[in-house]
């Protein structure tokens, strides 16, 4: 896969009030485009369509309070670690497809657990994400679905043992995914 994004000023920061238009674009992005690949099209309407209401969507956003991938000043990602260790949302704009900015909010994610010293991250991961997630050493705990407007759409509880990935990490040094990549 070629990669481009080093030519871009990337940013990674928390979530600021007035970002949730922007930030349900890049939803509606990553479900239409990235997603598609493996639910169907009544599933990713069903799943889009839990933005569409404007005032919930900000009353959401501010809820999660994500961090926010800028490239060049535009948001392309974000994803959000609650108090408890479970990720809710993990999104990457369609054009920004493995460029690493998935990656990139993942080391900023297990950073913030480590620092808040949350031992475990759990997440219901989608079938698109779970290559990903497997990757930062997060395992298979359990399939489920999820019911969005009488549509069922499958994923899988994933959890990750942060002092694990310490360990892994401590062994690999060298893995592109070290902390030091993170702008
Ligand atoms: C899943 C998602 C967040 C990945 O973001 P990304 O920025 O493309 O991920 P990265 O570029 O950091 O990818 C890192 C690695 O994860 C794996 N990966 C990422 N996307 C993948 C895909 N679509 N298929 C297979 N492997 C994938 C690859 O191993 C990749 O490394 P490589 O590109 O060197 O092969 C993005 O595809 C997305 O937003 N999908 C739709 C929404 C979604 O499912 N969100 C998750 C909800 S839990």
Request: glycine share 6%; hydrophobic share 40%.
């Amino acid at each position: 896969m070629t990669r481009w994004l080093n030519q871009m000023t990337l940013l990674i920061r928390e979530f600021c009030p007035g970002d949730e238009l922007e930030l349900s674009r890049v939803f509606q992005s990553s479900i239409r485009e990235l997603a598609c690949v493996d639910y169907t099209a009544e599933q990713i309407e069903a799943w889009v369509g839990a933005s569409l209401n404007p005032e919930l969507w900000v009353i959401r956003m501010r809820e999660l309070k994500p961090f926010v991938v800028e490239v060049n000043g535009v948001i392309a990602a974000y994803g959000d670690l609650q108090d408890h260790g479970y990720i809710d949302h993990f999104f990457v704009s369609g054009m920004y497809c493995r460029q690493g900015l998935g990656s990139m909010l993942m080391n900023r994610i297990i950073e913030k657990a480590t620092t808040k010293g949350i031992s475990t991250i759990t997440a219901d991961v989608s079938r698109t994400a779970q290559r990903l997630f497997s990757r930062f050493g997060f395992v298979l705990v359990e399939e489920r679905t999820r019911t969005i407007r009488d549509v069922v759409i499958p994923n899988t509880l994933m959890c990750c043992d942060i002092s694990s990935l310490e360990k892994m990490n401590r062994k690999n040094t060298s893995s592109r995914f070290h902390q030091s990549d993170i702008l």
